[in-house]
């Protein structure tokens, strides 16, 4: 479960100054691939060019491509929502400045924990094995 969710539950909130959604919003409609920039942002350029590169096999596995920055959410892929940077780093616990990649599947789990850019196909196949896994026609 994420942790924006659990502190809804709990009454602890995330950040008060900033509105905006968390990924709990995302949960059983979409996949999400989130990428955090690192202080040089190549290889969150990197990364992003990667994914890009394959947009029906991003629409096929009902993905959304995030770009979390210090104060701003950038969708690559996706429709586009109000979403909270700081609520996102929180539930997945990424600090600021350190390039990460982090793949949340549609239960709301974190299915790929990366500081490293990642294949697609890496990305695709870990996909293709979830029992979720349901191919748009």
Do not use: C
């Not at 350029?45 to 950038?74: C, F, H, N, S, W």
């Not at 709301?108 to 191919?135: A, H, N, W």
Request: hydrophobic share 40%.
């Amino acid at each position: 479960m994420l942790k924006s969710l659990t502190a809804d539950v709990f009454g602890m909130g995330v950040d008060p100054q900033h509105g905006g959604e968390s990924l709990v919003d995302f949960e059983w409609r979409y996949r999400v691939l989130v990428i955090f920039p690192g202080e040089d942002r190549s290889e969150a350029m990197r990364q992003a060019d990667i994914l890009l590169a394959e947009t029906e096999g991003l629409r096929e596995r009902d993905l959304i491509v995030l770009e979390v920055g210090r104060d701003d959410v950038k969708v690559l892929f996706g429709p586009h929502y109000d979403l909270n940077p700081y609520a996102i780093r929180y539930d997945l616990d990424v600090a600021d400045g350190v390039f990460a990649l982090r793949l949340v599947g549609k239960d709301g789990l974190v299915k790929l924990r990366s500081d490293d850019v990642v294949p697609v196909s890496t990305i695709f196949e870990l996909i293709d094995q979830t029992p979720t896994r349901k191919p748009s026609n």
